[in-house]
């Protein structure tokens, strides 16, 4: 049989407390003259004694008892020395509702108590929402009495403390027992209900308000938002007007509910804690006027300014929130301006703590707006889990939060949906990747898309034209969003442009980061055009950024330096053209814009794009396919992977020689004899050089003839035959003019260097360095800038002159800071460095760190390079650190 969980040693503490309470009632009953206020204090006694006798909810029952001696002593002070005929009607009715909720009170608890008894056991987590509800009951009691008992007796909550300390006279003989309550209530609350150790976020019941709107309950959870529920309670503390500001749904409700039932906050504010739904009335000064006079237990008909309700609001230390007060602070809505100078003027009482949340940014001055920052990943996989829980955990979520930007409100809604139709892991991430936005909606009709469109709704929004929707939509098509710096000739035609998306700023439905106008992923999702080709906004700005990839880059051009645009607005130009290359796909346009795309990444932003499989797919008598993988081959060469830049290659001269374009098969050719080079297959190299030399000399090209005579030199190089190598270096110098093709020019300049340098040739290899040095820096040419340290740091390390070696590779680096691939080859030629001067450990760090960079480009054969180089590197510390060295380990090659 089971027997009763043994009590703390704390609940004889909480029991002498319950028993001062219940003495003291009863006491009360016993002296009043008012026969339903006798009727009220034996209940509350009956209540406690039950409680006391059978209940585990130790926090509970102290706080039930605090509200229950509020209640008495304010009902004492009511009626003392009165007879019932001596009562005004509404201090009555008052009495008697009272009465008839705390007998019902009553029969519950003892209901309660028999089914705990024939239990044997202490049912708190049950007992813990039974009393809740009762202390809810109780509350509006009080609610009642501070209010109509008010008018009769001048008796308000701020009275409560006095009231506690003047019960001792209906007491007498009781050693003062109700005098001291609330000391006692206080001491016990810091020993019992929370002994060392105990965590703020128990199971505690939340009391609620004394009058005027209760606090709703807090949100079951409200994951990673400690830090800025401190910050706000600290300034809540300080009677700082605070506001949260932020997009719907991003949780600014969770977390005000959140801080006003914090347990710092019932202890400063103790039931003075109120909380207007402002979009729950009509939107004008005189209803907001009335909700507030209800709150805050004025009852105040019909308040036309805040100057009858001034006794009530000054009366006692209160925390108010207007939730959604956008709905009365938008600056076009109905008496916008005298609502602000309400706000305004609430937000200046010395005794107040004014919050609003808001998607709206336009608070009065001296708001507090602590910023509500995007939930950690971790935090909105918990969301997701706390609502949606199969037995565990999966990748799969942590990815669909990232795509919903972890929106609180997104995360709450698609784990409700999946919840509501038992959707394993695999049928959610399909309904996602089918329907998006459209998921995010309950059986209940609670969507993000209402969401939205309430702020759509407003005042502000609507005032702002006919273009505002058009314009939000190509906000939420460019992944990036717009940037600020291009809203003129994006939008020319549009007037009040940037005053139309400061506006989206200030609707909280779009927000800046980094000169660009952004928004919420969600919101994105939402707004964004379903077909593209049906807005004509839309398309206007894809045919602007279209027209800016249709621009020649090339060092030494034109609008060369213009094209360093595409590093900043990649993302949203590559967006364009996957959209657009798969519902337009035999449009000129389109792929001119694609090939210019390439060129742009080619020379200012080395980057892999996800539109290779695009190309790709492709029908070989596609007119654009054959040009388009060519771009793609030479972006994969900047990126070291050669194998793939080979493949695409090979696959492009194959349609050039079916279209007998002899230029380009020449052109591809030379391509393919450089990634042979970079692989290691000069034989192979040095053949497709010759054909194309070749055809070019058929054709009378000069200039190319140069080029491959500059490519024939370094492969000669590259297999060691440097009096070739020489020759053909020299006859491309020759081939070229001194004007108009100075990037040609640099380029084999610097491979004279490099040979002229292998053949011990110092003077020479340093002239044709410094040659190529000034025609890079005359021009800005960061690449040839850094190729040319690069070889330089070379040729001094073969000299072992280790200082100049260093500054070369050094100044290389400097020039690599926006090439990822030749920051590792510079840091790999930094470790060769230092492994030449037995630095091993420092070589050793920078090898890792280029072995890092080419793991993460992809770059396969400068990773296995780089392998084998580390390799040694480890084989030289184990020998030098072995007992009995072996042989001094060489240099490996580069």
């Given at each position: 049989?089971?027997?009763?969980?043994?009590?703390?040693?704390?609940?004889?503490?909480?029991?002498?407390?319950?028993?001062?309470?219940?003495?003291?009632?009863?006491?009360?009953?016993?002296?009043?003259?008012?026969?339903?206020?006798?009727?009220?204090?034996?209940?509350?006694?009956?209540?406690?004694?039950?409680?006391?006798?059978?209940?585990?909810?130790?926090?509970?029952?102290?706080?039930?008892?605090?509200?229950?001696?509020?209640?008495?002593?304010?009902?004492?002070?009511?009626?003392?020395?009165?007879?019932?005929?001596?009562?005004?009607?509404?201090?009555?009715?008052?009495?008697?509702?009272?009465?008839?909720?705390?007998?019902?009170?009553?029969?519950?608890?003892?209901?309660?108590?028999?089914?705990?008894?024939?239990?044997?056991?202490?049912?708190?987590?049950?007992?813990?929402?039974?009393?809740?509800?009762?202390?809810?009951?109780?509350?509006?009691?009080?609610?009642?009495?501070?209010?109509?008992?008010?008018?009769?007796?001048?008796?308000?909550?701020?009275?409560?403390?006095?009231?506690?300390?003047?019960?001792?006279?209906?007491?007498?003989?009781?050693?003062?027992?109700?005098?001291?309550?609330?000391?006692?209530?206080?001491?016990?609350?810091?020993?019992?209900?929370?002994?060392?150790?105990?965590?703020?976020?128990?199971?505690?019941?939340?009391?609620?308000?004394?009058?005027?709107?209760?606090?709703?309950?807090?949100?079951?959870?409200?994951?990673?938002?400690?830090?800025?529920?401190?910050?706000?309670?600290?300034?809540?503390?300080?009677?700082?007007?605070?506001?949260?500001?932020?997009?719907?749904?991003?949780?600014?409700?969770?977390?005000?509910?959140?801080?006003?039932?914090?347990?710092?906050?019932?202890?400063?504010?103790?039931?003075?804690?109120?909380?207007?739904?402002?979009?729950?009335?009509?939107?004008?000064?005189?209803?907001?006027?009335?909700?507030?006079?209800?709150?805050?237990?004025?009852?105040?008909?019909?308040?036309?300014?805040?100057?009858?309700?001034?006794?009530?609001?000054?009366?006692?230390?209160?925390?108010?929130?207007?939730?959604?007060?956008?709905?009365?602070?938008?600056?076009?809505?109905?008496?916008?301006?005298?609502?602000?100078?309400?706000?305004?003027?609430?937000?200046?009482?010395?005794?107040?703590?004014?919050?609003?949340?808001?998607?709206?940014?336009?608070?009065?001055?001296?708001?507090?707006?602590p910023i509500i920052s995007s939930l950690s990943a971790q935090s909105a996989c918990d969301i997701f889990y706390s609502i949606y829980d199969n037995g565990g955990r999966s990748e799969v979520i942590g990815d669909l939060v990232r795509q919903l930007d972890f929106h609180a409100l997104s995360i709450t809604l698609l784990a409700t949906t999946a919840s509501h139709n038992f959707w394993d892991y695999t049928r959610l991430t399909n309904e996602w990747n089918v329907q998006r936005a459209q998921v995010l909606q309950t059986d209940y009709n609670e969507s993000l898309a209402a969401t939205i469109e309430l702020s759509l709704a407003s005042p502000?929004?609507?005032?702002?034209?006919?273009?505002?929707?058009?314009?939000?939509?190509?906000?939420?098509?460019?992944?990036?969003?717009?940037?600020?710096?291009?809203?003129?000739?994006?939008?020319?035609?549009?007037?009040?442009?940037?005053?139309?998306?400061?506006?989206?700023?200030?609707?909280?439905?779009?927000?800046?980061?980094?000169?660009?106008?952004?928004?919420?992923?969600?919101?994105?999702?939402?707004?964004?055009?379903?077909?593209?080709?049906?807005?004509?906004?839309?398309?206007?700005?894809?045919?602007?950024?279209?027209?800016?990839?249709?621009?020649?880059?090339?060092?030494?051009?034109?609008?060369?330096?213009?094209?360093?645009?595409?590093?900043?607005?990649?993302?949203?130009?590559e967006h364009l053209l996957e959209v657009f290359t798969s519902i337009d796909t035999n449009s000129d346009i389109v792929w001119d814009a694609f090939a210019g795309f390439m060129m742009h990444l080619y020379w200012h932003k080395r980057r892999y794009t996800v539109l290779g499989p695009r190309v790709e797919g492709l029908a070989d008598d596609h007119h654009s396919k054959p040009i388009c993988l060519i771009h793609l081959a030479r972006l994969s060469h900047l990126l070291g992977n050669y194998s793939e830049q080979k493949r695409l290659l090979s696959q492009a001269i194959k349609l050039k020689k079916e279209r007998e374009d002899d230029s380009?098969?020449?052109?591809?050719?030379?391509?393919?004899?450089?990634?042979?080079?970079?692989?290691?297959?000069?034989?192979?190299?040095?053949?497709?050089?010759?054909?194309?030399?070749?055809?070019?000399?058929?054709?009378?090209?000069?200039?190319?003839?140069?080029?491959?005579?500059?490519?024939?030199?370094?492969?000669?190089?590259?297999?060691?035959?440097?009096?070739?190598?020489?020759?053909?270096?020299?006859?491309?110098?020759?081939?070229?003019?001194?004007?108009?093709?100075?990037?040609?020019?640099?380029?084999?300049?610097?491979?004279?260097?490099?040979?002229?340098?292998?053949?011990?040739?110092?003077?020479?290899?340093?002239?044709?360095?410094?040659?190529?040095?000034?025609?890079?820096?005359?021009?800005?040419?960061?690449?040839?800038?850094?190729?040319?340290?690069?070889?330089?740091?070379?040729?001094?390390?073969?000299?072992?002159?280790?200082?100049?070696?260093?500054?070369?590779?050094?100044?290389?680096?400097?020039?690599?800071?926006?090439?990822?691939?030749?920051?590792?080859?510079?840091?790999?030629?930094?470790?060769?460095?230092?492994?030449?001067?037995?630095?091993?450990?420092?070589?050793?760090?920078?090898?890792?760190?280029?072995?890092?960079?080419?793991?993460?480009?992809?770059?396969?054969?400068?990773?296995?390079?780089?392998?084998?180089?580390?390799?040694?590197?480890?084989?030289?510390?184990?020998?030098?650190?072995?007992?009995?060295?072996?042989?001094?380990?060489?240099?490996?090659?580069?």
């Amino acid at each position: 049989m089971a027997t009763d969980s043994p009590k703390p040693k704390e609940w004889d503490g909480v029991v002498s407390t319950l028993n001062v309470f219940i003495e003291a009632f009863n006491l009360a009953k016993e002296i009043s003259s008012v026969t339903p206020a006798r009727a009220v204090f034996g209940s509350v006694a009956v209540i406690l004694t039950t409680i006391k006798e059978s209940f585990a909810n130790r926090q509970d029952c102290i706080e039930l008892g605090q509200t229950c001696v509020e209640i008495c002593c304010v009902l004492d002070r009511g009626t003392k020395g009165k007879g019932a005929e001596h009562l005004n009607q509404l201090v009555r009715d008052a009495i008697n509702r009272a009465q008839t909720t705390v007998a019902e009170i009553e029969r519950n608890v003892k209901k309660q108590s028999k089914r705990n008894a024939a239990s044997r056991l202490f049912h708190a987590k049950n007992d813990q929402a039974k009393i809740a509800g009762w202390a809810s009951d109780l509350n509006k009691i009080l609610q009642i009495f501070n209010t109509e008992l008010a008018i009769d007796t001048n008796v308000t909550a701020s009275n409560t403390h006095n009231v506690v300390s003047d019960t001792h006279n209906v007491v007498s003989g009781t050693q003062n027992v109700v005098s001291e309550t609330q000391n006692m209530v206080s001491d016990i609350h810091r020993a019992v209900v929370k002994p060392q150790g105990a965590s703020d976020g128990g199971n505690s019941a939340a009391p609620t308000s004394a009058h005027g709107e209760c606090p709703p309950p807090p949100p079951r959870t409200c994951f990673g938002r400690n830090e800025l529920i401190e910050k706000v309670v600290c300034l809540a503390e300080d009677l700082e007007p605070v506001a949260l500001i932020g997009a719907g749904g991003i949780g600014k409700t969770s977390i005000a509910l959140t801080v006003l039932h914090h347990d710092r906050i019932k202890k400063r504010f103790g039931d003075n804690r109120r909380f207007i739904r402002c979009d729950q009335f009509p939107t004008s000064l005189p209803h907001l006027l009335s909700r507030l006079s209800e709150v805050i237990g004025a009852d105040i008909e019909n308040p036309t300014d805040l100057a009858p309700l001034r006794p009530f609001l000054s009366s006692r230390e209160m925390i108010l929130f207007l939730d959604n007060a956008e709905s009365i602070l938008d600056p076009q809505g109905t008496d916008a301006r005298e609502i602000y100078k309400t706000v305004q003027e609430l937000s200046r009482f010395s005794n107040i703590c004014l919050g609003v949340t808001s998607r709206i940014s336009t608070v009065p001055p001296h708001f507090r707006r602590p910023i509500i920052s995007s939930l950690s990943a971790q935090s909105a996989c918990d969301i997701f889990y706390s609502i949606y829980d199969n037995g565990g955990r999966s990748e799969v979520i942590g990815d669909l939060v990232r795509q919903l930007d972890f929106h609180a409100l997104s995360i709450t809604l698609l784990a409700t949906t999946a919840s509501h139709n038992f959707w394993d892991y695999t049928r959610l991430t399909n309904e996602w990747n089918v329907q998006r936005a459209q998921v995010l909606q309950t059986d209940y009709n609670e969507s993000l898309a209402a969401t939205i469109e309430l702020s759509l709704a407003s005042p502000t929004f609507r005032s702002l034209g006919p273009h505002a929707r058009d314009l939000l939509g190509v906000v939420a098509f460019l992944p990036q969003g717009i940037n600020e710096n291009n809203l003129n000739w994006l939008f020319s035609t549009i007037p009040n442009r940037k005053n139309i998306f400061d506006k989206f700023c200030v609707l909280s439905l779009t927000s800046r980061s980094n000169n660009f106008i952004t928004m919420l992923a969600p919101i994105r999702d939402h707004l964004r055009p379903r077909d593209p080709k049906l807005s004509p906004l839309l398309c206007t700005t894809k045919d602007y950024y279209f027209t800016r990839l249709s621009v020649f880059v090339n060092p030494g051009r034109p609008g060369f330096e213009e094209a360093r645009w595409v590093v900043s607005e990649d993302v949203n130009a590559e967006h364009l053209l996957e959209v657009f290359t798969s519902i337009d796909t035999n449009s000129d346009i389109v792929w001119d814009a694609f090939a210019g795309f390439m060129m742009h990444l080619y020379w200012h932003k080395r980057r892999y794009t996800v539109l290779g499989p695009r190309v790709e797919g492709l029908a070989d008598d596609h007119h654009s396919k054959p040009i388009c993988l060519i771009h793609l081959a030479r972006l994969s060469h900047l990126l070291g992977n050669y194998s793939e830049q080979k493949r695409l290659l090979s696959q492009a001269i194959k349609l050039k020689k079916e279209r007998e374009d002899d230029s380009q098969v020449a052109y591809v050719l030379r391509l393919l004899s450089i990634a042979n080079q970079a692989l290691g297959l000069h034989d192979e190299g040095i053949q497709q050089t010759k054909e194309a030399l070749a055809i070019y000399e058929r054709l009378g090209y000069t200039i190319n003839q140069a080029e491959c005579w500059k490519d024939l030199a370094e492969l000669f190089h590259s297999k060691g035959r440097l009096d070739d190598a020489e020759k053909a270096g020299l006859h491309a110098i020759d081939l070229l003019p001194e004007k108009g093709e100075e990037f040609k020019l640099c380029q084999t300049h610097r491979s004279l260097g490099s040979i002229y340098g292998a053949k011990r040739e110092k003077e020479k290899a340093i002239d044709h360095f410094e040659k190529a040095l000034r025609l890079a820096s005359a021009f800005g040419w960061r690449n040839q800038l850094f190729w040319n340290h690069y070889s330089l740091a070379g040729l001094f390390l073969n000299e072992a002159k280790f200082d100049e070696a260093h500054s070369h590779i050094d100044q290389a680096k400097s020039h690599a800071a926006d090439n990822a691939l030749y920051l590792g080859r510079a840091m790999e030629w930094k470790a060769q460095i230092w492994y030449r001067q037995r630095r091993l450990e420092d070589a050793l760090s920078e090898a890792l760190g280029a072995l890092e960079i080419f793991e993460k480009l992809g770059a396969s054969t400068d990773t296995v390079r780089c392998e084998d180089f580390l390799e040694q590197i480890e084989q030289a510390i184990a020998a030098r650190d072995a007992p009995s060295s072996g042989p001094t380990a060489t240099s490996p090659s580069h």
